[in-house]
């Protein structure tokens, strides 16, 4: 829904320069539509990350700015439109930044403070779908966990008989819905203990799940 706005964001703003004489629209054109399309073409990315066009839609941003500066300055209905557009656009970023400070990147320490409290011993097994993304931050946030037990992350080819105490699930859909219950290769079950959102754009969802051997009182 947003492309198309966009592009007619870069038409009229390259447009406006050009009536302008202005040379800008060369850098414009070259860094919003231009470059990114040549390199989406010869590197062929298997996939397509936002950050890889952030550079282009800063670019796009400004010349929204030039547009409804222009706007600004025009008779009364023109004028209205561009104070809706900037209404419209302060709203959108209030709701996306609420959201941030509620879930941030996620809640990766909390979500290991669940795990310490719920451990039966002093020694916490933790397996997850995703070694590298997910080691890493057990292995920051454990740190600050206040809990004097040991967690220890056990890597997919070196999970204990019968499975870890907890399995993380991790998830980049904002919107995921998590299942009640999963089961590993080895058909061990894990039953849903917590889900711990995040923001989107940047980090990702946690799942927590709890060895069903261990669940029982």
């Known amino acids: 829904m947003a492309l198309p706005l966009a592009a007619l964001v870069v038409v ?29 073409l010869i590197v062929r990315p298997l996939v397509l990350y936002e950050r890889y066009f952030l550079m282009p839609l800063v670019l796009v941003l400004v010349l929204l700015a030039l547009l409804l500066s222009q706007a600004l300055r025009a008779r009364i209905i023109v004028r209205s439109a561009a104070a809706l557009a900037l209404l419209a656009i302060l709203t959108a970023n209030v709701l996306g930044d609420a959201r941030l400070i509620r879930e941030g990147r996620g809640h990766y320490r909390a979500a290991l403070e669940y795990i310490a409290t719920h451990s039966k011993g002093n020694r916490i097994v933790i397996g997850s ?47 995921a819905v998590p299942d ?38």
């Open 12 to 40: 009229a703003g390259i447009f406006l320069l050009i009536k302008r004489r202005d040379d800008l629209w060369i850098l414009f054109a070259l860094a919003i539509a231009i470059g990114p399309a040549a390199t989406i």
């Open 129 to 175: 779908d995703q070694d590298f993304r997910n080691f890493n931050m057990i292995k920051y946030y454990s740190r600050f966990v206040h809990s004097s037990k040991f967690i220890e992350y056990r890597r997919n080819d070196q999970w204990p008989v019968g499975g870890p105490e907890w399995l993380i699930l991790h998830d980049q859909n904002e919107n």
């Open 180 to 217: 009640q219950s999963v089961s590993d290769s080895d058909d061990n079950t894990y039953d849903l203990a917590a889900s711990y959102r995040y923001a989107g754009l940047s980090g990702w969802s946690w799942f927590v799940y709890r060895n069903h051997a261990d669940s029982s009182p």
